[in-house]
C-alpha cells in the first residue's frame, strides 16, 4: 500500500512510544506487520484487530493473536482499560464513526496511537487545485474505490482532539519517512499522534 | 461397518441421496493424494474406578482409540482430536476390511493436511458411552452379565475428558501440543483447558458454544423424545428383545440433520425440487429434502446405539462450565492457561458466531492467548466438516505455529 521506507518510519515512531513489555490493542492490524514489528523491539502482548480473512490468516502466520472483527461494531469484547496502548493505524480515515471508535480506545486502552495521511499535504492541495482528487503513496486510491471516506488535515485532528478533551501526548509527521518539523500540515504526509485522555493522570 | 461424522453427504457438490459409497469415494478421492491410508483402532483397558459427575463411578472400562503419526522422543507433539455428536475414534484415514469407511475429519488430518500427521502424532478416541468400541450401553457389564443399557450412566463431557486424560497417561503422554475439536468435540476441547490446565497447550475450538441455548435443548428434547417413546425401546433395555428403537433414532436423527444446514445451503441443495418432476398427492417421498432426511435417518438407524444417542444429547444440554461460577465464564476458564484458536461460520444458526464471541470475551478478559476467525461459508454448523480453503489454511498456520513451539 505504501512506500516501504514509510511504513518503517511509521513503525519506528510508534515503537518508540510503546514502553517495554506494554500490552497493546492494534486496531485495523492488517497483516500483523506492526504488531511483530512491536513483539520485536518492545516485546509487547495484546491482540490486532481485523475484519479481512487474509489478514486475519497474515496474521496467525506472523505469530500475532488476532480477533476477527468489524470495528465499526465498536470494542464491545474488550475491557474498560485493559490495554496500556490502543493503536490505529492508517485505519480512522475509513471508519464510519471515527469519533466513537476514538473514545472507544480511550476506554480499552491508557492511551492511543493513531495514524492517518494527512489531506493537507501540499501534493494533496495541489491536485485538488488542479481539479482532481489526490492520489499518492498514502492515498493510493481512485475517488471511486476509495475505502477513504473521513479524510482530514492535521489541524482538524488538533482541532479535534482539543473539543474532545484529548489531552495529545506527542506527534510526529512524517514525509516518505523524514520526519517533518515546519509547517507540518502543509508539508507532512502522514500524521502519528499519541494521546491520552485529559481526565486521567498520565 | 459404520460410517461416522455428522453428514458425509454434504461433501457432495449434488445431493445423490442414495448412493453412499459415492459419498466416500468422493471423499477418498479428494483427498487421496495424502491419505493416511490404513488405520487400524486399538483398544485400552482401565481397570482403576472412574468417578463420574452424577455421583455413580465406573470400575472396568475400555477405550477404542486410533493413532497416526509418531510420538516424538520428547512426548511433546501428541494432539488429541475429540468427536462431536455421532463421530468416534475413526479420526482419518481408511481400514484394511472396509477401504469406504474414511475417518470422519479425513479432510482435516493426514500427511501434509492441516493436522499433518508427518508432524504430529494425533489420538482419537471413542467417548466413554460411545458405540464404536469404548465401553457404553451396549457392552457387557461384568457384574450382571448382560448389556449395561439402560443402567449405564448419564456421562458428561467432563467424565469423558476425565476419561481421556487417562488414556493420555496410558500412552505416556503427559502435556498435548494441542486438543481440537468441533462442536461437542470443541466443548471437550474447553473442558480440557480447565480442568487439565498444565496438560494442555493450545486448543482448537471450533463451532462451539459455552453452553447449549434453550433452542438447542429443545431440538434434543425432540431427539429423545422420539426414541423414548419409541414401542421398541422398552425404557432402554432392548438388547434382550432383539429390536432397536429404529423409529425413533431415525427421527432423532432427522431432526439433528435440520439443524446441521443453514437454511440457504439447504435450499440451495434441494430447493422444493421434486423426486418425480410432479406431485403426487401421497406421503411417498416427494421433495428432495424428505428423500435426504428419510436417508441420513435410515443409515443412521442401521448403526448407531440409541441408548448412546440419548446420553450424548444429555452430555451436550448439561454442559455449561459457568454455571458454578454464577454464569461468569470468564471466572469459569480462569484457569486455562493454555493458547486458543476460536472458530466459528457465519452461517452457523445452531452454534451461532455470538456464542464463540462469548468464550473469546471470556479468554480476552483473562488476557489469554487466543486468535479468534469467523468463517464466512454457506454450510451452517457442518461448516467445521468441510474442507473450506480459508477455514483449513488457517488451522494449518495454527498447527504451524504450534509446531514451531514443540519441535518435530
Given at each position: 500500500?505504501?512506500?516501504?521506507?514509510?511504513d518503517?518510519?511509521?513503525?519506528?515512531a510508534?515503537?518508540?512510544?510503546?514502553?517495554p513489555d506494554?500490552?497493546?490493542?492494534?486496531?485495523?492490524?492488517g497483516?500483523?506487520?506492526l504488531?511483530?514489528?512491536?513483539?520485536?523491539?518492545?516485546?509487547?502482548?495484546?491482540?490486532?484487530?481485523?475484519?479481512?480473512?487474509?489478514?486475519?490468516?497474515?496474521?496467525?502466520?506472523?505469530?500475532?493473536n488476532?480477533?476477527?472483527?468489524?470495528?465499526?461494531?465498536?470494542l464491545?469484547?474488550?475491557?474498560?482499560?485493559?490495554?496500556?496502548?490502543?493503536?490505529?493505524?492508517?485505519?480512522?480515515?475509513?471508519?464510519?464513526?471515527?469519533?466513537?471508535?476514538?473514545?472507544?480506545?480511550?476506554?480499552?486502552?491508557?492511551?492511543?496511537?493513531?495514524?492517518?495521511?494527512?489531506?493537507?499535504?501540499?501534493?494533496?492541495?495541489?491536485?485538488?487545485?488542479?481539479?482532481?482528487?489526490?492520489?499518492?503513496?498514502?492515498?493510493?486510491?481512485?475517488?471511486?474505490?476509495?475505502?477513504?471516506?473521513?479524510?482530514?488535515?492535521i489541524?482538524?485532528?488538533?482541532?479535534f482532539?482539543?473539543?474532545?478533551?484529548?489531552r495529545?501526548?506527542?506527534?510526529?509527521?512524517?514525509?516518505?519517512?523524514?520526519?517533518?518539523?515546519v509547517?507540518?500540515?502543509?508539508?507532512?504526509?502522514?500524521?502519528i499522534?499519541?494521546?491520552?485522555?485529559s481526565?486521567?493522570v498520565? | 461397518?459404520?460410517?461416522?461424522?455428522?453428514?458425509c453427504s454434504?461433501?457432495?457438490?449434488?445431493?445423490?441421496l442414495?448412493?453412499?459409497?459415492?459419498?466416500?469415494i468422493?471423499?477418498?478421492?479428494?483427498?487421496?493424494?495424502?491419505?493416511?491410508?490404513?488405520?487400524?483402532?486399538?483398544?485400552?483397558a482401565?481397570?482403576?474406578?472412574?468417578?463420574?459427575?452424577?455421583?455413580?463411578?465406573?470400575?472396568?472400562?475400555?477405550?477404542?482409540?486410533?493413532?497416526?503419526?509418531?510420538l516424538?522422543?520428547?512426548?511433546?507433539?501428541?494432539?488429541?482430536?475429540?468427536?462431536?455428536?455421532?463421530?468416534s475414534?475413526?479420526?482419518?484415514g481408511?481400514?484394511?476390511?472396509?477401504?469406504?469407511?474414511?475417518?470422519?475429519?479425513?479432510?482435516?488430518?493426514?500427511?501434509?493436511?492441516?493436522?499433518?500427521?508427518?508432524?504430529?502424532f494425533?489420538?482419537?478416541?471413542?467417548?466413554l458411552g460411545?458405540?464404536h468400541?469404548?465401553?457404553?450401553?451396549?457392552?457387557?457389564?461384568?457384574?450382571t452379565?448382560?448389556?449395561?443399557?439402560?443402567?449405564?450412566?448419564?456421562?458428561?463431557?467432563?467424565?469423558?475428558v476425565?476419561?481421556?486424560?487417562?488414556?493420555?497417561?496410558?500412552l505416556g503422554?503427559?502435556?498435548?501440543?494441542a486438543?481440537?475439536?468441533?462442536?461437542?468435540?470443541?466443548?471437550?476441547?474447553?473442558?480440557?483447558s480447565?480442568?487439565?490446565?498444565?496438560?494442555?497447550?493450545?486448543?482448537?475450538?471450533?463451532?462451539?458454544?459455552?453452553n447449549?441455548?434453550?433452542?438447542?435443548?429443545?431440538?434434543?428434547?425432540?431427539?429423545?423424545?422420539?426414541?423414548?417413546?419409541?414401542?421398541?425401546?422398552?425404557?432402554?433395555?432392548?438388547y434382550?428383545?432383539?429390536?432397536?428403537?429404529?423409529?425413533?433414532?431415525?427421527?432423532?436423527?432427522?431432526?439433528?440433520?435440520?439443524t446441521?444446514?443453514?437454511d440457504?445451503?439447504?435450499?440451495?441443495?434441494?430447493?422444493?425440487?421434486?423426486?418425480?418432476?410432479?406431485l403426487?398427492?401421497?406421503?411417498?417421498?416427494?421433495?428432495?429434502?424428505?428423500?435426504?432426511?428419510?436417508?441420513?435417518?435410515?443409515?443412521?438407524s442401521?448403526?448407531?446405539?440409541?441408548?448412546?444417542?440419548?446420553?450424548?444429547?444429555?452430555?451436550?444440554?448439561?454442559?455449561?462450565?459457568?454455571?458454578?461460577?454464577?454464569?461468569?465464564?470468564?471466572?469459569?476458564?480462569?484457569?486455562?492457561?493454555?493458547?486458543?484458536?476460536?472458530?466459528?461460520?457465519?452461517?452457523?444458526?445452531?452454534?451461532?458466531?455470538?456464542?464463540?464471541r462469548?468464550?473469546?470475551h471470556?479468554?480476552?478478559k483473562?488476557?489469554?492467548e487466543?486468535?479468534?476467525?469467523?468463517i464466512?461459508?454457506?454450510?451452517?454448523?457442518?461448516?467445521?466438516?468441510?474442507?473450506?480453503?480459508?477455514?483449513?489454511?488457517?488451522?494449518a498456520a495454527?498447527?504451524?505455529?504450534?509446531?514451531a513451539?514443540?519441535?518435530a
Amino acid at each position: 500500500m505504501n512506500g516501504i521506507s514509510i511504513d518503517r518510519a511509521d513503525f519506528a515512531a510508534i515503537a518508540h512510544w510503546v514502553k517495554p513489555d506494554a500490552r497493546v490493542l492494534d486496531l485495523g492490524c492488517g497483516d500483523g506487520s506492526l504488531f511483530k514489528y512491536l513483539q520485536r523491539e518492545r516485546n509487547i502482548c495484546g491482540y490486532g484487530v481485523e475484519i479481512d480473512d487474509d489478514n486475519v490468516l497474515a496474521c496467525v502466520h506472523n505469530g500475532v493473536n488476532v480477533i476477527q472483527r468489524n470495528l465499526e461494531r465498536g470494542l464491545r469484547d474488550f475491557e474498560d482499560q485493559s490495554f496500556d496502548y490502543v493503536i490505529l493505524s492508517q485505519t480512522l480515515q475509513a471508519m464510519r464513526n471515527g469519533e466513537r471508535l476514538i473514545q472507544e480506545m480511550l476506554r480499552v486502552g491508557r492511551e492511543g496511537i493513531v495514524t492517518f495521511p494527512n489531506f493537507g499535504y501540499w501534493r494533496n492541495r495541489l491536485q485538488v487545485l488542479r481539479g482532481r482528487m489526490p492520489l499518492s503513496d498514502n492515498l493510493p486510491y481512485q475517488w471511486f474505490d476509495t475505502p477513504n471516506i473521513h479524510l482530514c488535515t492535521i489541524d482538524d485532528f488538533d482541532r479535534f482532539c482539543g473539543e474532545r478533551n484529548i489531552r495529545i501526548l506527542e506527534r510526529k509527521v512524517l514525509t516518505e519517512g523524514a520526519t517533518v518539523r515546519v509547517m507540518p500540515n502543509l508539508r507532512g504526509a502522514l500524521a502519528i499522534y499519541h494521546f491520552g485522555d485529559s481526565k486521567k493522570v498520565v | 461397518m459404520t460410517r461416522v461424522g455428522l453428514s458425509c453427504s454434504t461433501f457432495l457438490p449434488n445431493p445423490v441421496l442414495r448412493k453412499a459409497h459415492r459419498v466416500l469415494i468422493f471423499m477418498d478421492t479428494a483427498s487421496s493424494k495424502s491419505s493416511l491410508g490404513v488405520v487400524t483402532p486399538q483398544r485400552a483397558a482401565f481397570s482403576e474406578p472412574l468417578p463420574l459427575t452424577c455421583g455413580r463411578s465406573i470400575a472396568n472400562y475400555e477405550l477404542a482409540y486410533e493413532t497416526y503419526g509418531t510420538l516424538n522422543a520428547a512426548r511433546t507433539n501428541a494432539v488429541l482430536v475429540c468427536h462431536a455428536l455421532n463421530a468416534s475414534h475413526h479420526v482419518a484415514g481408511i481400514y484394511a476390511d472396509d477401504p469406504n469407511n474414511v475417518g470422519w475429519w479425513d479432510n482435516m488430518i493426514g500427511p501434509g493436511k492441516p493436522l499433518d500427521t508427518n508432524r504430529f502424532f494425533v489420538i482419537g478416541v471413542n467417548n466413554l458411552g460411545g458405540c464404536h468400541g469404548s465401553t457404553g450401553p451396549l457392552s457387557v457389564n461384568p457384574d450382571t452379565g448382560k448389556p449395561w443399557g439402560a443402567s449405564f450412566p448419564v456421562v458428561t463431557v467432563d467424565d469423558w475428558v476425565d476419561a481421556q486424560a487417562r488414556l493420555a497417561d496410558h500412552l505416556g503422554i503427559k502435556r498435548f501440543a494441542a486438543v481440537m475439536g468441533g462442536s461437542l468435540g470443541a466443548m471437550q476441547c474447553m473442558c480440557w483447558s480447565i480442568a487439565y490446565p498444565e496438560r494442555v497447550r493450545h486448543a482448537l475450538v471450533i463451532a462451539c458454544a459455552p453452553n447449549l441455548s434453550a433452542q438447542n435443548i429443545a431440538f434434543n428434547e425432540v431427539a429423545r423424545q422420539a426414541i423414548l417413546t419409541d414401542p421398541d425401546f422398552y425404557g432402554g433395555d432392548y438388547y434382550e428383545h432383539g429390536v432397536q428403537p429404529r423409529r425413533g433414532l431415525r427421527v432423532a436423527r432427522m431432526v439433528g440433520h435440520i439443524t446441521y444446514l443453514s437454511d440457504d445451503e439447504m435450499g440451495s441443495k434441494f430447493g422444493r425440487t421434486l423426486k418425480a418432476g410432479k406431485l403426487g398427492y401421497s406421503f411417498d417421498t416427494e421433495f428432495e429434502i424428505e428423500s435426504y432426511l428419510r436417508y441420513q435417518g435410515d443409515k443412521f438407524s442401521g448403526y448407531f446405539d440409541a441408548n448412546t444417542y440419548l446420553r450424548i444429547t444429555k452430555a451436550l444440554d448439561y454442559f455449561d462450565p459457568a454455571l458454578e461460577h454464577g454464569g461468569d465464564l470468564a471466572k469459569a476458564m480462569a484457569p486455562a492457561k493454555c493458547g486458543f484458536l476460536v472458530v466459528s461460520f457465519t452461517t452457523d444458526w445452531r452454534f451461532s458466531p455470538e456464542r464463540s464471541r462469548e468464550i473469546v470475551h471470556a479468554l480476552l478478559k483473562n488476557k489469554r492467548e487466543v486468535t479468534y476467525a469467523e468463517i464466512d461459508a454457506p454450510h451452517g454448523h457442518d461448516a467445521f466438516l468441510l474442507e473450506d480453503p480459508r477455514y483449513h489454511k488457517l488451522v494449518a498456520a495454527y498447527f504451524d505455529r504450534v509446531h514451531a513451539e514443540v519441535g518435530a
